[in-house]
């Protein structure tokens, strides 16, 4: 064990040339980043799980309950023993060579099988009430970070001129302000990649199980090496967004469209700007070209970069959704009520989509009915980047 630690804490990965952990131990004039702080966010991570199921109970959901959200999920298929077992054994999509084999064996028409399939695949959804209370939490949290960030950024200098970031590096003494900023962004992520697996099941799950891993990663990179001060800059760019991305959810819930409407618009502007706009040409220009020049490059350093620009690369992508589902639901509004987060099932990637499907039936087709077009909306129906 203790040579796999010596291996894994290698000062020539870790820390640029001639510079030693021994050099960065903490003394009774400077304290720095110690790997060992980041033990804390565990206990953290589970404590913020149990407040984040306090807070949906106690708050959350009486503030949904307020608005006139309903509790009740969606409506509940007939029991039927065969149709079940098809439907947990087999397939939850049955074709049509199956309906018609179904349709048989239960003497019911193909739109009857239609129909209790998609009832039982609505079974398993959670409620508005629900998606409702997750995205308030979220909300606070982000709010209540993003707030903390700007205040604290303010003061620090390297908000203004990013090459401070980088001099006099890595000696670079460690606040209590910025030990807490970055404890309680990676206890709030570890919760997230965890509690992914118990909340609403997006269609983009992998696609944000990697993005929490990126962003812990990043986050305990930057804190190890003592690049916390740009792991700031990135921090609070990122939370922008994701404060009026779940400030919109809130609002779809609760029916209220032309406000959800102006906050999807407003996200979609601070996202693109801030991802495709400020990300690159403020925080990337800084990590690659700024400390290339004041620092130079080390193992970790080229790390740190790789997963800065797969980041970019999520952003990217989330981006090209957000404009493709503005640009569906503009060509739709023409047609009626402009509405951008109710659009075609194709458009339910996340950013905001879930499993759901409140499809609509196709009318009958004689014995071989089987489509199912979803019509249910990119936060309705319940990034990133969020998600990011």
């Not at 064996?105 to 009857?112: K, P």
């Not at 398993?124 to 629900?130: D, V």
């Not at 900023?181 to 992998?206: A, G, P, V």
């Not at 990337?284 to 620009?309: A, H, K, M, R």
Request: glycine share 4%; aromatic share 16%.
């Amino acid at each position: 064990m203790a040579g796999i630690l010596a291996w894994f804490w290698n000062e020539r990965f870790w820390l640029p040339h001639n510079v030693t952990w021994a050099d960065l131990k903490n003394t009774d004039e400077s304290t720095f980043p110690q790997a060992e702080d980041l033990y804390l966010a565990c206990p953290l991570a589970f404590c913020m799980f149990m407040i984040r199921l306090v807070f949906e109970r106690f708050i959350a959901r009486p503030c949904a309950l307020g608005l006139k959200i309903q509790a009740n999920g969606p409506q509940k298929a007939q029991p039927n023993a065969i149709l079940e077992k098809v439907f947990t054994a087999i397939t939850k999509h049955p074709d049509e060579k199956r309906l018609e084999g179904l349709s048989k064996q239960l003497d019911w028409d193909v739109r009857t099988i239609q129909r209790w399939f998609r009832h039982r695949r609505n079974q398993e959804k959670p409620s508005t009430l629900a998606r409702f209370c997750e995205s308030m939490w979220r909300f606070t949290f982000y709010l209540y970070i993003f707030t903390y960030g700007v205040r604290f950024l303010k003061k620090s200098p390297w908000l203004w001129n990013t090459r401070e970031c980088w001099y006099n590096y890595p000696y670079q003494p460690l606040t209590v302000d910025l030990h807490y900023y970055y404890i309680l962004e990676l206890s709030f992520y570890l919760s997230l990649l965890f509690s992914q697996f118990t909340d609403i099941r997006r269609k983009d799950f992998l696609l944000m199980f990697l993005h929490h891993v990126a962003t812990i990663s990043l986050i305990t990179f930057s804190y190890v090496n003592n690049m916390a001060r740009v792991g700031t800059l990135v921090m609070c760019l990122h939370d922008a967004a994701d404060v009026l991305l779940e400030a919109a959810k809130m609002a779809n819930y609760a029916k209220c469209q032309r406000l959800c409407n102006v906050l999807f618009v407003m996200f979609a502007l601070v996202f693109i700007s801030s991802r495709l706009g400020v990300y690159p040409v403020w925080i990337l220009n800084s990590t690659v070209f700024e400390s290339w020049e004041i620092v130079g490059p080390y193992p970790s350093w080229w790390v740190f970069n790789v997963l800065l620009v797969l980041l970019q690369a999520l952003h990217t992508f989330w981006s090209y959704l957000i404009v493709r589902i503005a640009c569906r639901a503009i060509s739709r509004g023409k047609a009626g009520k402009w509405n951008p987060l109710h659009v075609s099932k194709d458009d339910r990637s996340d950013i905001e989509s879930s499993s759901d499907e409140d499809e609509v039936l196709p009318p009958p087709q004689k014995h071989h009915t089987n489509g199912t077009n979803g019509t249910n909306g990119y936060l309705s129906s319940s990034p990133s980047p969020d998600e990011h």
